[in-house]
Every structure is written in structure tokens, then in C-alpha cells.
T-cell receptor, first 112, second 112 residues
């Protein structure tokens, strides 16, 4: 099946630093999504991208849909303690595909 | 009340026991999904349903079964639980036009 390669697997950063993570695939996706999972909770949608080249922001978060449609990145500016969690990318290839394909997640840890 | 409710939140069961995890939603979405989360493996699709009469196997359906009792209810069963089914289980919903899933808060299942 389709696979998404998400990196890095984990990040240890200082509060206030910017964060960047990405997802790549050998397959084309029509939609890219970024989710955040807080401890003990289900993932929550952060940003959805529907067009190649699209750049979308949600507060301090910015995500882009790669031109090749095979990648996406998420940036977080000026990280704060509540940014801690696991971030997942997800892609949808369309054409009646059986739902989203998820990356394995990036675990973000922020040191005060 | 939460849009997607999973019960129980936590469950410890013995090897060989039958167990059912329940999911109900108030989103009015047609599509419902069951995922399993293991550390380092991300979210893996177990089963999904696009409407009440539709049931489809996902990536890791062996050892699991599902029932879509109504548009709002989708339950996951482990007929004979085994220890490697110890994991965090998530139910999710989506509608036809929005690929952004809404997740429940998860069920932490431990099989001893």
C-alpha cells in the first residue's frame, strides 16, 4: 500500500525555537493534512491542503502542499510548551481510496 | 458532549476473551473508521465503513471484526484477544466532501 515517510521521528528543542517537519511519498496525493495528538487524546486536524503549491497558515503553524504532490511540510514558529505532542501528516490519493494514509508521526518535545 | 465518543476509555482483558469497543458520533458523517496506534508505528487502519451497509477491511483486519449498527454507531470486536493486540484504538469519522477526520479520544486496551 501507500506509505508516507515522516521526519524527523522526534525533536528536542528549546522554547522559542522554530520547528520544521516533513512528509514524503513515492505516490501522488490530492490532499495533505496535518494533525496534532496531545497525550491521552485523539489527533486533531491542524491544517488541510487541497492544491499543489498551496501554502496555508493557522496561527504560528504554516504548511505547504509540495509542487510534485508527493510531499508536504509543517513549520511551527516560536514554539511554546503547549506545542508538545505528536504531529502526523496524512494524505488522500482520491479515486475511491480507502481513506487517509498516515505518517508515523513526529514527537515534539520542548525544553523550557 | 464530544462529537465522537469511544467507550470504554481504558480496558484490561485476558487472553482469549471477547471484547467490544464502541464508537458513536453526532457529526452526521457517513464514513467511520477504526485505527490502531502503536508507538513508532503511527496509525494503522483496521476497518472502515462508508455507510450502514458498507464494511471494508483495512491494512490490519486479521483478528478483528466490526459492526455498523446505524449511521452513528460503529463497533470493533476482538473475538479472542491476544497480547499483541494491546494498543491504543481510535475511531474516526468523515463526510464525503471533507477528508479531515474527526477522531475520538481513544480506547487504551491491554491484553494480559
Amino acid at each position: 500500500g501507500q506509505q508516507l515517510n515522516q521526519s524527523p521521528q522526534s525533536m528536542f528543542i528549546q522554547e522559542g525555537e522554530d520547528v520544521s517537519m516533513n512528509c514524503t511519498s513515492s505516490s501522488i496525493f490530492n490532499t495533505w493534512l496535518w494533525y496534532k495528538q496531545d497525550p491521552g487524546e485523539g489527533p486533531v486536524l491542524l491544517i488541510a491542503l487541497y492544491k499543489a503549491g498551496e501554502l496555508t497558515s493557522n496561527g504560528r503553524l504554516t504548511a505547504q502542499f509540495g509542487i510534485t504532490r508527493k510531499d508536504s511540510f509543517l513549520n511551527i514558529s516560536a514554539s511554546i510548551p503547549s506545542d508538545v505532542g505528536i504531529y502526523f501528516c496524512a494524505g488522500y490519493s482520491g479515486g475511491g481510496a480507502d481513506g487517509l494514509t498516515f505518517g508515523k508521526g513526529t514527537h515534539l518535545i520542548i525544553q523550557p | 458532549d464530544a462529537d465522537v465518543t469511544q467507550t470504554p476509555r481504558n480496558r484490561i482483558t485476558k487472553t482469549g476473551k471477547r471484547i467490544m469497543l464502541e464508537c458513536s458520533q453526532t457529526k452526521g458523517h457517513d464514513r467511520m473508521y477504526w485505527y490502531r496506534q502503536d508507538p513508532g508505528l503511527g496509525l494503522r487502519l483496521i476497518y472502515y465503513s462508508f455507510d450502514v451497509k458498507d464494511i471494508n477491511k483495512g491494512e490490519i483486519s486479521d483478528g478483528y471484526s466490526v459492526s455498523r449498527q446505524a449511521q452513528a454507531k460503529f463497533s470493533l470486536s476482538l473475538e479472542s484477544a491476544i497480547p499483541n493486540q494491546t494498543a491504543l484504538y481510535f475511531c474516526a469519522t468523515s463526510d464525503l466532501h471533507n477528508y479531515g477526520y474527526t477522531f475520538g479520544s481513544g480506547t487504551r486496551l491491554t491484553v494480559v
